[in-house]
């Protein structure tokens, strides 16, 4: 069972940042996709930032150029870089790795990020 477990959440004021990394119980180098999710009380879980390929990235338009992705091979884990935060940003954050196309997709628990004053 591979285990997929987010850090880093917390209470940030308005226009900081958070780092949230997520911690992968196997190797990453091939995984097929990768990423985050996010899902905010009362609404639909939405995609935030995924890594399709060693080279690609994807991002929802509401966090194009404050958030930025990234992986780590050696380490196993993903990052997700969070600047200019605002309060809609609010919301749990999961991370999730699919390691084969028509694979598992495994979830993490969740972090909770609030963006308040």
């Known amino acids: 069972q591979v285990q997929v477990v987010e850090s880093g959440g917390g209470l940030v004021q308005p226009g900081g940042s958070l780092t949230l990394s997520c911690a992968v119980s196997?190797?990453?180098?091939?995984?097929?996709?990768m990423g985050w999710y996010r899902q905010a009380p009362g609404k639909q879980r939405e995609m935030v930032a995924t890594?399709?390929?060693?080279?690609?990235?994807n991002y929802a338009d509401s966090v194009k150029g404050r958030f930025t992705v990234s992986r780590d091979n050696a380490k196993n884990t993903v990052n997700l870089q969070m600047d200019s935060l605002k309060p809609e940003d609010t919301a749990v954050y999961y991370c999730?790795?699919?390691?084969?196309?028509?694979?598992?997709?495994?979830w993490g628990q969740g972090t909770q990020v609030t963006v308040s004053s």
């Open positions: 999730y790795i699919k390691i084969h196309r028509f694979g598992i997709t495994y």
């Open positions: 890594i399709p390929s060693s080279s690609d990235r």
């Open positions: 196997t190797s990453i180098s091939s995984i097929y996709s």
